[in-house]
């Protein structure tokens, strides 16, 4: 009898998840769990103010206080060349500050001491004299021709700017506007915003003087790459260095890049040789570590009367804070920002972008996205709304038209990008129908004659997801590969590691299921292990959307590896020749013979116990796979809201999401990623975000004033899907993790300003906080979100 | 200075104020001297080494700390280990016995209710607290009782569902064993 796939847990199976065993016991293993013999503690002494010369920095009372073990400046790592480091964009940031501080939360100096508290009393102690400078908070200033300097550690740095980058065909875009019957522009500011997963960063570094051996447990959704950067950095031997992650609670792009406090609690433990653990606080979190988005938007559209899109073009300004330290793909300055439009069938696209210092915090990360896609998504589908209100036409109807068609696969986009499946138009119908679109528009018309605002917003999209192939993707020159090690023990039991790290995921579920359908080996008998260097393969960690799509095809064909061995075990146990065997899940049999077969777990025996001549034993292999293109889910996000006109209050009445990531692995954690990628976009869309005034204090420093929203405000969602498997994927997958949180934003700024329209209103920034929705309706106004925020 | 951070030990050296305290902790009685300024968190995970509590935000907006005092969910990381002096306190470890899961477990588990695991605590012990008090609550009152907890992967729409299962299990075993 063949085996029911379901049954053993493969693919399509709503596997309950295996790791949910010990979190529900409050039996995970976080970092700050980790408690380890005479194992100290260190504090961070942040800058108070955004931009400032450090005149002088006295930590004599902290040194002398009881319990104190070590005080930690900048000079004390200028001495050992840490003063400094590299960040994964090619640029430098500072460890511990030398010279200035350039961002409000800036590390200044640690402290480690006998326990937490100690630390906290003696970082109060140290005195720093500041001679505060003027600070920038946005691109304008930056690049105003007085602006200060403020990267003048730089020996060529002459301006606030990182880089010109370009895109796409300047002299063709320009020859589609020319022609254009209609253009349409619109203007946006992305707010920065902040991950916040709620476990924030940490660390304990533990060097063994006696080995000479440094294990560092940290919360990083790359650990190999952190492993790579302490080899570099630290310059201690790389088979030295051991990284661990433990269990990690949330990333969303927050913890890729390097921290100084991940350096300076390394240096700590090498200098008093003993394990010295670092916990951030939140606030530390918020204000220092890196943040998302704060792009600037402009786009022009050229138009032809009847709908028909000809050309698109694009420029934006991003804000990085002081230090380039984005986490993504080093070829391409803003990300996949060039990504947008890969959905549409657009002749011709330029797109120009500059990145600009400013006194803010650095490091751009991929917040749930694959390197500002979800900029470049947001700026599309607002467009596209502008662009049909320009024309008159029905929003859903000006999208289909332009739809990539069905059998147009594969399309090579604008900017070069190469999808290759989708579809589209289905995605839009399934989604028009869930909402009921046609009634809606009735109804939003009966309610608009009694004075209420009803709007629908609609955003469709396309994004590219796991990267790379490493032809063009690579993080500090490392390609962008993944990982995974399969070892089949006797009794056919496994374990599987990857170079991935699961944070929420749930691929310790999942993996097991990718194997179960590749073999047949149940997918409890497999258990799964990720996030240490010195047992797991190399690879380049989670975030990007891209462990299903890398990591996942890894596990898939290190299966097949080991398939290929246990077909010659089968050979030798039934006596026949290899090609005389077929597969079955989970068994081979004679070819003719069903009857006459062997499984996968009298193989694994065989391996260990009886070969053929001339077969190595054992039944074990990894497999590196570098993917032949990024995975192209698209997905259809509708959202209906009433706006309140008396207060500019918008309640979301329902939202649809129609999802096609190809194949799914495990639907019930499919379904789970896109409710929590929703309610991102939500979060984004009305509440949460990080601005700064003009002496460059932040705003949004803790969860007091960074507003998340709670179980309270947070719509139901109601789900769909299509599915179009990945061609080149092997079973079929594409990305998922982060296509809500990309896609979404747009939906519900859509409905709000659909529910607006005859105000005359093109854009209001997000967050579309009331006193903004309330100003753009009353005034007949756009209402900028830009900082520095001005107390009125 | 103090040696109460690692280990709970009967005196605190040097010339640091401390008060003994004992506290009822799942159900067993623990005494320690602590400082007056230790937060009941932290007494709670590296005295009691019960880490199954996690600190997220520590001006208690996350929930991510909240134990039970008596029944009623506090958030432990703004709460001083002094006031719990003479109180019951209940973590995630004292939901159920090493070889049993509470209903609310199994119901998160059901419901796909978590996915990097942090918040879950506070939000089962959260939820305790809202079917002890109210046992057939309708999804407003859950999503009501968990404002104060906040989670970023799961979007709530799974918690809310593993609270109203939990809540139909338990319903129905005070019925006899029936599940409605």
Request: proline share 5%; aromatic share 6%.
């Amino acid at each position: 009898m063949v085996l029911d796939e379901l049954k053993i847990g493969g693919l399509g199976s709503s596997r309950r998840r295996v790791e949910d065993d010990r979190f529900i016991r409050g039996k995970g293993n976080y970092v700050d769990d980790i408690v380890l013999p005479g194992m100290l503690h260190m504090e961070i002494l942040r800058s108070p103010v955004a931009h400032a010369r450090i005149k002088k920095i006295d930590t004599t009372r902290a040194w002398d206080m009881p319990g104190v073990r070590l005080v930690l400046t900048g000079e004390m790592m200028a001495a050992r060349n840490l003063a400094w480091m590299p960040t994964l964009s090619y640029d430098t940031q500072a460890v511990l500050a030398t010279d200035k501080v350039r961002f409000q939360g800036q590390e200044v100096a640690c402290v480690v001491a006998d326990d937490p508290y100690i630390a906290k009393d003696a970082i109060e102690a140290i005195d720093v004299e500041y001679e505060v400078l003027p600070a920038i908070v946005s691109p304008e200033q930056a690049l105003a021709p007085e602006a200060p300097l403020i990267r003048d550690d730089k020996a060529n740095q002459q301006d606030n700017v990182i880089f010109d980058w370009e895109v796409g065909d300047k002299a063709g875009t320009d020859a589609a506007f020319a022609r254009a019957d209609v253009v349409s522009k619109i203007e946006m500011h992305y707010p920065r915003s902040h991950p916040s997963p709620i476990e924030t960063c940490g660390s304990i570094a533990d060097f063994d003087r006696a080995t000479e051996k440094l294990t560092v447990y940290m919360t990083s959704q790359a650990p190999h790459i952190i492993r790579a950067a302490v080899a570099l950095v630290a310059e201690l031997p790389e088979h030295m260095i051991r990284i661990v992650s433990p269990d990690i609670g949330g990333g969303f792009g927050n913890k890729v890049p390097v921290y100084p406090g991940y350096v300076a609690s390394i240096l700590a433990s090498i200098l008093l040789e003993r394990p010295v653990k670092w916990i951030e606080d939140k606030t530390s979190n918020l204000m220092s570590t890196g943040f998302g988005r704060d792009v600037y938007l402009q786009g022009e559209m050229a138009l032809r009367a009847d709908g028909k899109i000809l050309a698109v073009r694009m420029h934006t300004d991003s804000d990085h804070g002081a230090f380039f330290s984005d986490a993504q793909p080093s070829k391409f300055k803003i990300g996949l920002m060039h990504s947008t439009f890969a959905c549409y069938d657009i002749p011709t696209a330029h797109l120009t972008a500059k990145g600009v210092y400013t006194n803010k915090a650095p490091g751009g990360v991929a917040y749930r996205c694959s390197f500002r896609v979800t900029e470049a998504m947001y700026f599309q589908e607002r467009m596209v709304q502008a662009a049909a209100d320009d024309l008159g036409m029905d929003q859903a109807e000006f999208r289909r038209r332009n739809f990539v068609r069905d059998d147009d696969f594969p399309h090579r986009t604008a900017f070069g990008f190469l999808t290759d499946s989708g579809q589209y138009g289905k995605c839009l119908d399934v989604g028009l129908e869930a909402i009921g679109y046609e009634d809606f528009l009735k109804e939003k018309e009966e309610a608009a004659k009694r004075g209420k605002l009803l709007g629908i917003g609609i955003s469709t999209m396309t994004e590219p997801l796991g990267a790379g192939n490493s032809r063009e993707y690579d993080i500090l020159g490392i390609k962008m590969f993944d990982s995974a090690e399969l070892r089949v023990h006797m009794t056919g039991k496994a374990i599987l590691r990857t170079g991935a790290k699961t944070q929420g995921q749930g691929h310790e579920t999942t993996w097991g299921q990718i194997v179960a359908h590749e073999l047949g080996i149940p997918a409890e008998d497999v258990l799964v292990e990720e996030g240490d260097t010195d047992t797991a393969p190399f690879g380049m960690g989670t975030y990007a959307s891209r462990s299903t799509p890398v990591a996942g095809a890894a596990v898939s064909m290190v299966a097949r590896k080991i398939r290929a061995k246990a077909r010659k075990l089968a050979a030798h146990l039934l006596e026949a020749s290899e090609e005389d065997i077929e597969w079955e899940l989970g068994r081979f049999h004679l070819r003719g013979d069903p009857s006459r077969g062997v499984t996968i777990q009298e193989c694994a025996m065989a391996a260990y116990s009886n070969l053929p001549d001339g077969l190595e034993p054992g039944l074990e292999n990894v497999a590196y796979y570098d993917p032949p293109n990024l995975t192209w889910p698209f997905a259809c996000y509708i959202a209906t809201v009433e706006v309140d006109p008396g207060t500019g209050v918008w309640d979301v009445l329902r939202v649809v999401a129609v999802d096609d990531c190809g194949v799914r692995i495990n639907p019930m954690i499919v379904e789970g990623q896109i409710m929590g990628g929703l309610t991102e976009a939500y979060a984004m869309a009305n509440m949460q975000f990080i601005t700064f005034d003009e002496e460059g204090n932040c705003i949004g420093g803790n969860y007091m004033d960074y507003l998340l929203p709670t179980a309270w405000e947070t719509p139901g969602f109601e789900l769909h899907e299509v599915v179009t498997p990945c061609p080149h994927h092997p079973i079929g997958a594409k990305g998922i993790g982060e296509c809500a949180t990309v896609g979404g934003p747009a939906a519900f700024v859509n409905a709000v300003m659909d529910a607006l329209k005859g105000h005359d209103v093109r854009n209001i920034d997000m967050p579309l906080l009331p006193d903004r929705v309330y100003k753009a309706m009353t005034e007949r106004t756009d209402v900028s979100g830009a900082p520095p925020l001005r107390m009125e | 200075m103090t040696s109460l951070f690692e280990e709970i030990t009967p005196e605190a050296s040097g010339d640091v104020p401390t008060r003994k305290i004992t506290i009822s902790i799942n159900g067993e009685q623990r005494s320690a001297n602590v400082e007056p300024r230790l937060l009941l968190a932290h007494l709670i995970r590296q005295g009691f080494k019960l880490t199954g509590t996690h600190t997220g935000c520590d001006t208690t907006n996350c929930g991510a700390c909240t134990v039970l005092l008596d029944g009623e969910p506090v958030k432990s990381c703004t709460m001083l280990a002094v006031q719990a002096n003479g109180h019951e306190v209940t973590t995630v470890e004292g939901l159920a016995g090493p070889s049993e899961l509470h209903p609310i477990q199994e119901g998160f588990k059901d419901e796909h209710g978590l996915q990097c695991g942090f918040c879950t605590p506070g939000m089962m012990l959260t939820a305790k607290a809202l079917l002890d008090r109210n046992p057939d609550p309708t999804e407003e009152d859950v999503r009501w009782a968990l404002a104060g907890n906040l989670c970023r992967c799961t979007g709530y729409q799974n918690i809310v569902k593993a609270v109203l299962w939990a809540g139909d299990k338990l319903r129905g075993e005070a019925d006899g064993g029936e599940e409605s």
